[in-house]
């Protein structure tokens, strides 16, 4: 539930607070959410700021890459890391500018790979000499430096978290942890079958990621649903978006049995009412669209009727959107209210 200004003018107007009473409720509310993710300019601002630097300094590094070698790239990464944390450090703990200063913090963490990918390319020629016999392949000397990014990525995110109560820290933790699955798992079907990897079996491989992403989330969730920070969230987002994809498009997608399809998108909707997270009615929705959408083109295709069919398809998925909204709360208390006492125990709280 969101409370604006009018919100608590008409709590006034009603006689339920004083003025000075309403005064002070709205600046104590401002004040506690002040340093919350929102959508607003300011944090539009933040976030897009940071996505443009991370791409500046990626094409830049590369650039340097070429210039300078390996050292040179290992160095300029760990020069402007260690920028970045006096940046953030001055915004988070000087400035209680918790938003910008732990996205500063979190580009610094992205560095990471940069300057371990220094360091092996400056150190390429004894770590093949020594840690790599000379059986083995190029294939397996790629993969493992980028696991070793990946693993480095993911340790110096969770140093950084251990002292800055940021969040959004979580998404390239989870980001390197899916690349790490990818090539990790490639390294050992080479040893294992001598066989390289192949495209379509990364499906696979994110399908068991995202679901096992998305058991972490849960227990992350549950864990930590009394504090006000929301760690479980980057977490959902991408063990859905691995899931998800890899479930809809791998192979021959869902056309062998899109009754299963059908009911894994409608318990993915029915997963965000007892988790409180509306990411997963999103993702339940677009596949539930999906396989509408593909039916009807795969029955109609050529008809006038398809087009229409897609019409009435849309209206449908607004009505039901309409419907979701009016009875939110009591489509709620439904399903929730039916559960076991033993399983109402073990779901996260909704948060604020």
């Known amino acids: 539930m969101k409370i604006l200004k009018k919100d608590i003018d008409w709590a006034v107007s009603e006689g339920i607070l004083s003025s000075e009473q309403g005064e002070s409720l709205w600046n104590a509310l401002q004040k506690r959410t002040s340093n919350r993710p929102q959508f607003n300019f300011a944090n539009v601002a933040y976030y897009f700021g940071a996505f443009i630097v991370l791409s500046g300094m990626t094409w830049f590094m590369s650039l340097a890459w070429e210039e300078f070698g390996g050292k ?40 990471t790979p940069l300057a371990i990918l220094g360091l092996i390319t400056q150190a390429e020629s004894w770590l093949f000499q020594y840690v790599f016999d000379s059986q083995s392949s190029y294939f397996i000397q790629e993969k493992s430096s980028f ?10 995110g969770i140093i950084t978290l251990r002292f800055i109560k940021f969040p959004f820290l979580m998404a390239p933790i989870t980001l ?23 495209s379509y079996q990364d499906y696979w491989v994110f399908f068991w990621f995202g679901l096992i992403g998305l058991m972490v989330a849960y227990w992350v969730d549950v864990k930590t649903s009394r504090i006000e920070e929301d760690y479980a969230f ?74 229409l069919t897609i019409m009435v398809l849309g209206l449908l998925v607004i009505y039901a959107g309409i419907q979701y909204q009016r009875n939110e709360e009591a489509i709620e208390r439904l399903i929730v209210g039916n559960l076991p006492m033993s399983v109402r125990d073990i779901l996260p709280r909704r948060r604020s």
């Open 72 to 111: 040179g790239l290992l160095f300029l990464a760990c020069f402007y890391a260690f920028l970045f944390i006096l940046a953030g450090q001055t915004l988070w703990f000087k400035q209680n500018l918790k938003i910008p200063g732990g996205l500063l913090f979190t580009i610094a963490v992205c560095m």
């Open 147 to 156: 696991i070793l990014m990946e693993l480095g990525t993911i340790l110096a």
């Open 176 to 198: 390197a942890s899916g690349f790490l699955s990818i090539h990790l798992t490639a390294v050992i079907v080479f040893y294992t079958t001598g066989q390289t990897w192949w």
């Open 234 to 307: 980057w977490l959902y987002l991408f063990g859905l978006m691995s899931f998800w994809f890899s479930l809809s498009f791998m192979g021959r997608g869902y056309y062998g049995n899109p009754l299963i399809y059908l009911f894994i998108n409608i318990g993915l909707i029915l997963l965000s009412v007892l988790l409180h997270r509306r990411v997963f009615i999103v993702f339940g929705t677009l596949g539930v669209s999906y396989l509408l959408y593909d039916l009807s083109y795969r029955t109609f295709q050529g008809s006038l009727l398809f087009p």
